[in-house]
Each structure stands twice: as C-alpha cells, then as structure tokens.
C-alpha cells in the first residue's frame, strides 16, 4: 500500500480553510497513486484550540467538516483525520482528541488519545476524556496500530521515569499491529529533535514494527510546529522525512520499507532561525495582519528582529522607525539607517527630544526637589512606545517588539515601553543567541551593521550607558539565567557550577521581582524548553524565593 505523509499547516479554528487543505493534500496524494494519506493531531480544527472547545457550535462544526471530508473520499483516497469527537457516556469531559479513518464515503474507525499531557504548554486534561480502550485496525493488508502524539510518549525502557500507568504502543503491538502510525502537534524547542528522533528510533527498533510520523507544521499564537514527519521501517532506519518547518507532502510505498536513506543532520542555529521566520509569518498572516511596524535603534536586537521580519513578510511590508533621543549616538543612528537600507524597508525617523521635555516641563512641578533617575530613562521608552501604537492604529500594522529573553528575565524592558507591542519575537532568545543569529542572518552578505555586532550593548537613555553598568556580561547573565529557568536549579546548583554566589542571588532576585511585567508582555514565539508565558505559569504575588513585597513600578 502506498500511504501519504500530509504535513499540513492548519489554522485553529478555521474548519472550512483546514478542510479545504486537507482536500487538496488528499487529490494531489491520490495523483500519486496513494491509498492512505495521513494528517496531524486535531489537523481538522487546529493545535491547539484551547477554549474553543468550550463551544458547542465548534465541536458541531468540526463533526459536520469530518462528515464533508469522509464524502469526498469516494474518489480520494482514504484518510486519517485529527478531530475531536463527542463523548457520549454520562461521565467525564466533554470531548475526545480522536483519529478518524475515513473511507469509502464514511467513517469506518475512531481511535480516542490515551494520554493527555499537563506539562509544559500542554493542558489536554483539561479538556479531554482519555481513551477507554486501544485497539489494531484492519485496513487493505495492514493491521494499523493508531495513536496521537503523547500516546508514543512513554515506553518504561526509554524513559526513566514514565508519567503515566500505560502504554499505548505496547498495548497495540500485542494486540497483533504491524504497523504503527502517530499523529502528532509536537511542538519545536531547541534540543528536542534529537530526542524525539531517539525515541521513534526506540519504538521502532522495539517492536520491531515500521512506524510513521506525522507532525503539524506551522505557528500558532507562541507555539511553533517544526513538521519533520518521518517513516521507519522495523529496523529503525529511516526510510522518508518531510521538510521541517514547511508544509510538505510524502508518499510512503511499504512493499519498499528495505529502501532506506541516511538520517537527516540538525543544525540548531538554523533550526532556531526558521522557527522564528515561520512563527512570526504564521502570527501575522493568522492573526489578519499583512504589514509590521516597529522600532529600530541601531542596535542588535531590533536589527535582528527587523532582519526576521524581512525573511518572513519581504522588505514591502516591514515599517522601521528610528527615534533618536538626546542620547543617541550619531553612530547608532546611522547603524538604523544602514540597517533600512541593507534590508530594503522603508524607514521613518520620528525625533523624541521635543516630546520629552515637554514631559519634563510638564511632570516638573510634580518632581520637584528629586534629581533624574530611571524614570525619565522610561519615559523616553514610553514615548516611543507610543509613537509605534499611533502608527499601528492609523495604518493597521502590526507592532513588533524587540527585547530579548534576557532582558525579560532580568526586568531590563519598560512597561508601556520598549515592551509596547503585539508580538515579541525574539523574547525567548537570550542575548548571547542573538549574535549568534544575528551572524547567521550575515552568512551571506552584510544585512545587518557591522557595528550593531560590536558595539557594547546600551539602551542610550542616560549618557554613556552600557548594560553592563546593571548587569552581569551576557555570556555568565544567560548561563546563570538557562540554570534557573530552564533547568530548573537551586540556588546551591548554580553556585556549583561555578558562578559567583552574590551574582546568582542578584539574577535570581530580578526574574523573581519581575513576574509582574512578564505577565503583561506581548505574547512571544517559544524557541527554548522553558519560555515565559503558558509554559511556565509563576504567581506574581508569592514570597517563595526573592521577593519582598511590592516592586517599584518601573
């Protein structure tokens, strides 16, 4: 049997548009003789819907879209369809992450998701009802062994210690499965390709079963979908991978399964490149936007993420804006200017001084007998801050903010500020990375200035000022903050690692006393395996770690 790998990148909610997609996949799969084509998890609705599947109208809309693809396969070939299906008993949750198999004009067999991750970004538990029970499917020559994404998640001899009671492959390799296949929503982070792609490898090689993956592809809202679906045959060798980070379509003939190729390389820079161009594509084109707008300074972060926006959108729909103030170098703004240039895009130049003193004038009587401090730093960010909304709101772009992990982390960003904006693109990208990215964005010529990439690092509100005058350098800062956020360690951790304990209990304070601006971010695109935001849920008003009482609000 011929079977399609359909790599689709569906939209959440958008039924009709997800449908229509996988009809396309499905005739163009059958053009090469395929008997089977295979979508990604809740291919039907999106990954993930989250709330929406409170609704009883989109869970209606969902089973009627099932019943319109399962008609069409009279003359496609059949499918293997991610959608959520009712639960019908009178206990539980309300619904099921399910696989169907349609054929023939009708639905012929459903599989429900056994296991419902909670971890992470994952919170299927609070919407789905497990499986009752797991069982092998006869179709053409085959017995299928089907689950979706976690379900292949738990094998007692790959992992140390595995989260739940069961597990769904063994259970359908008992049950008589010759051949596995998986529908995943697996979400990218960096370091998680080589462990996925162990784990298949393990499964295969196992049970000595031929296995096909099938990933979503795409972004939705934070989350990114790298694809990278792959078939296997009984020895763990691989036999097909689709693109990652594309939407692309693989025919898989089984009586071939002894034809294989050599595995595919990881490259992390470039991987974290292509998740960010493709996440804020996605986050632009999904959320009805064409245009961009946002601020450059003449440094490496807003040149970074302008550079990402242009692989992403092209150069026409990119609006930089420089906005010197009494502060900014002359270099810094030629470097802004350069970038504009290199990178094709428009660029306007809006001046803050005046606004700023008028500021001052006008908080003057208010403020009288304190010197300046960081308040007047902040409110030339939030000037500019609201320049870009003012555009966004004349013109319909959306509005990019340009911070970096680190400086999140650390609090180094003004609410209403530099933090103003619909999207924060590179805000799960700490600071050492940024270079790193910004030399790949090089690779091939000068885009981004040479002395963007040079220069120390200043937020050039105060005459003179560096980063480091507040913080540690960059390189021990993310090195400290990866242990913390990421890795999860103590305090004594960190220290052992060999960074200096005064600094580790200072970094520590800062992400702690910062929880409250973090919480009023723009959403940002999750490259790493602990991103601020829905996959790491902290309280703001705790006494835990660092925190006493109520931080300055800055």
Known sequence: MK???????PTVGDILGNVAKMSDYATEAGRHGADLIVFPELSLVGYPPKDLLDIDAFIESNLKALD???RQTVTTPAMLVGFVD???MKKGKRVFDAAALLHQGRVVFIQHKSLLPTYDVFDEARYFEPAAAISVFDFQDYRLGITICEDMWNDRDFWPEPLYPSDPVETLAQGGANLLINLSASPFAIGRQNLKWRMLKHTARKFRLPLLYINQVGGNDDIIFDGGSVALNDQAQLIAHAERFAEDLVIIDTARLTKTIPDASIHELEDVYKALVLGLRDYVRKCGFRKVVLGVSGGIDSALTAALAVAALGSENVLAVAMPSPYSSPGSTADAAVLAKNLGVECLTLPVTEIFQSYKNTLRPAFSGRGEDVTEENLQARI???LLMALSNKFGYLVLSTGNKSELATGYCTLYGDMSGGLAVISDVPKTMVYQLARYVNRNGELIPQASLTKPPSAELRPNQCDQDSLPPYDILDGILRMYIEELKSIGDIVAAGYARTMVEDVIRRV?????????????LRITSKAFGVGRRMPIAQKYSWRQGRPEST
């Open 3 to 9: 079977i399609a790998m359909g790599q689709i990148n």
């Open 68 to 70: 319109e693809l399962a």
């Open 86 to 88: 009712r639960n019908h």
């Open 384 to 386: 500019r801050g609201t």
């Open 512 to 524: 702690d006393a910062n929880e409250y601006k973090r919480k009023q971010a723009a959403p940002g």
